[in-house]
């Protein structure tokens, strides 16, 4: 897997690493996409490969859902890895985004992402406002999927982890 010199990780990134914990308890379908996602990990740790938000929000999720002792998974590393270092990162890696209700002003308009997710718009917004527009690494959300096209008009790429058991996903709910 070749992984750009910078990035955006998206939450379910080390938490899906996380899951390589326990792999016999992992659906067989998913259990490369664990591996992408560990792999992708610890490139971004080894690589300081790391684009955020200068205003904590991204390390604020991360913190949620992540273990600062960093263990006992491969995620909960990259958060205490995040924690140690992320004042470390260049400035221009650092992104100032401003808050605009339950958006941000650094959102991109288009008409294709007028239902992107709330809580995910900060990564978007990061993305957008960083001068060389870093990817984000995305894992298992599946609504990411269907807003892929809309987000590559306004010069924002998805790298999909696990693009086939995303797309399988997004089509299964798109049936229903």
Not at 130 to 143: F, G, M, R
Request: net charge neutral; with cysteine.
């Amino acid at each position: 897997m070749i992984l750009p010199k910078k990035c955006i990780v998206d939450t379910n990134v080390p938490k899906t690493a996380n899951l390589a914990l326990a792999p016999d308890k992992v659906p067989h379908e998913l259990l490369g996409c664990v591996l992408a996602c560990v792999e992708a990990v610890e490139y971004v740790i080894k690589k300081q490969a790391l684009v955020m938000d200068a205003g904590e929000e991204i390390f604020d999720e991360y913190r949620q859902q992540l273990s600062m002792k960093g263990q006992p998974g491969v995620g909960d590393r990259f958060m205490k890895w995040v924690h140690d270092n992320r004042w470390r990162l260049p400035k221009a890696d650092r992104v100032t985004i401003t808050k605009n209700g339950e958006s941000y002003d650094q959102f991109p308009d288009h008409v294709g992402l007028t239902s992107f997710d709330n809580s995910d718009r900060k990564f978007i917004a990061v993305a957008n406002a960083h001068p060389d527009k870093p990817p984000v690494l995305q894992a298992t959300d599946s609504k990411w999927w269907g807003w892929k096209d809309a987000l590559s008009e306004v010069g924002i790429t998805v790298y999909f982890l696990c693009p086939d058991y995303v797309q399988k996903i997004y089509v299964k709910k798109m049936e229903s």
